[in-house]
Every structure is written in structure tokens, then in C-alpha cells.
């Protein structure tokens, strides 16, 4: 069983910049890879960034490369997503998800997700 919990939502402003984080607890290994994704009204689940757990590597959406990081701090079991530059079009819900399964995990068909978090940009 993996627990998953995202924070650091909030409301900013466009061009500012926020950092969510997701605490990762449970049954997680160095196999698992830990992924963001945001949902926004009326659009589906985007995956935006994976990071391996184990130190493999780590991809970032083309769309949102030159704004979007994402870290991994193994001590704290968390995963964080830095984002800058934000735009009003990043509103939305911020979820993370895990899995050991790579592409089934970035194509949202992981049962393990958090709550979401909220991110609201205004222009």
C-alpha cells in the first residue's frame, strides 16, 4: 500500500512561480517512479513529470520543460514539483501518482494517487 500526500497549492500570480510537494509513505521501494499530473476544468489528467525513486532519472512534459522541475528527496520521502513562469492555463488540480509500472504510471492508470492540490493562477 502506497500513501500519497500533495501540498503547497495556492493562488499566484501569472509569472510567479510555486512549489507543490508530494509525501510519499508505505510500501515504496527504489522501484517505484513517482509522477505529477494536473487536471484542469474541462480538460483530462496531464502528465507533466516523473521522477525514479531509485535515482534513474527523470522526464518533464515537452510543453512545460523550460518551466517545470522535478526533484526527489530521498530523506524526506518527497517528491517536488518546481514551477515557474506560471500561466494562467497551469490553473488546476495538482495530483501525484506511483507506481513501478513506468508507462502505465504516466498514462494515469496507477491506483496509487493523492488528493490533489490546488493551483490557481490569475493573469
Known amino acids: 500500500q502506497v500513501q500519497l500526500t500533495e501540498s503547497g497549492g495556492g493562488s499566484v500570480q501569472a509569472g510567479g512561480s510555486l512549489r507543490v510537494s508530494c509525501s510519499v509513505s508505505?510500501?515504496?521501494?527504489?522501484?517505484?517512479?513517482v509522477a505529477w499530473f494536473r487536471q484542469s476544468q474541462g480538460k483530462e489528467r496531464q502528465w507533466l513529470a516523473v521522477?525514479?525513486?531509485?535515482?534513474?532519472?527523470?522526464d518533464v512534459w515537452d510543453s512545460v520543460r523550460d518551466r517545470f522541475a522535478i526533484s526527489l528527496d530521498n530523506a524526506k520521502n518527497t517528491v517536488y514539483l518546481q514551477m515557474n513562469n506560471l500561466k494562467s492555463e497551469d490553473t488546476g488540480i495538482y495530483y501525484c501518482?506511483?507506481?513501478?509500472?513506468?508507462?502505465?504510471?504516466?498514462?494515469?492508470?496507477?491506483?496509487?494517487w493523492g488528493q490533489g492540490t490546488q493551483v490557481t493562477v490569475s493573469s
Open positions: 501518482s506511483a507506481s513501478t509500472a513506468y508507462s502505465s504510471l504516466v498514462m494515469g492508470r496507477s491506483r496509487n
Open positions: 508505505g510500501d515504496v521501494h527504489r522501484d517505484y517512479f
Open positions: 521522477i525514479s525513486a531509485g535515482g534513474g532519472g527523470s
